[in-house]
């Protein structure tokens, strides 16, 4: 079993900045794709990014590209999300996920390739 604690949310201003991490208590973390995910009230969970076992590929939904990186420290069994010039529309709980594949990781974009989460940290972006 995988633990995620996700950590680093809070309340920013439009075009500010904050960093999400998410700790791992599994000695195997390098062993899966990790991702990070948002919901909003009203709306379905939304993949935001994901990252391979090594750190490369990653990928990003059109809504955050260029704003956020996510990246990955095996050696630490972490992952993070930073995101700057966020937009109140950004505001949403995000999660952090593990993923069993690894193969080709354009097939964890959905939130049912995921079998550990994390559980969730508010991120509120004022205008």
């Known amino acids: 079993q995988v633990q995620l604690v996700e950590s680093g949310g809070g309340l920013v201003q439009a075009g500010g900045s904050l960093r999400l991490s998410c700790a791992a208590s599994a000695r195997t973390f390098s062993m899966y794709t990790m991702g990070w995910f948002r919901q909003a009230p009203g709306k379905e969970r939304e993949f935001v990014a994901v990252i391979s076992r090594y750190g490369r590929p990653t990928y990003y939904s059109d809504s955050v590209k260029g704003r956020f990186t996510i990246s990955r420290d095996n050696a630490k069994n972490t992952v993070s999300l930073q995101m700057n010039s966020l937009k109140p529309e950004d505001t949403a709980v995000y999660y952090c996920?593990?993923?069993?594949?690894?193969?080709?990781?354009?097939?964890?974009?959905?939130?049912?390739?995921?079998?550990?989460w994390g559980q969730g940290t508010q991120v509120t972006v004022s205008s």
């Open positions: 996920a593990a993923s069993a594949v690894v193969a080709d990781i354009t097939r964890a974009l959905a939130a049912s390739a995921y079998i550990h």
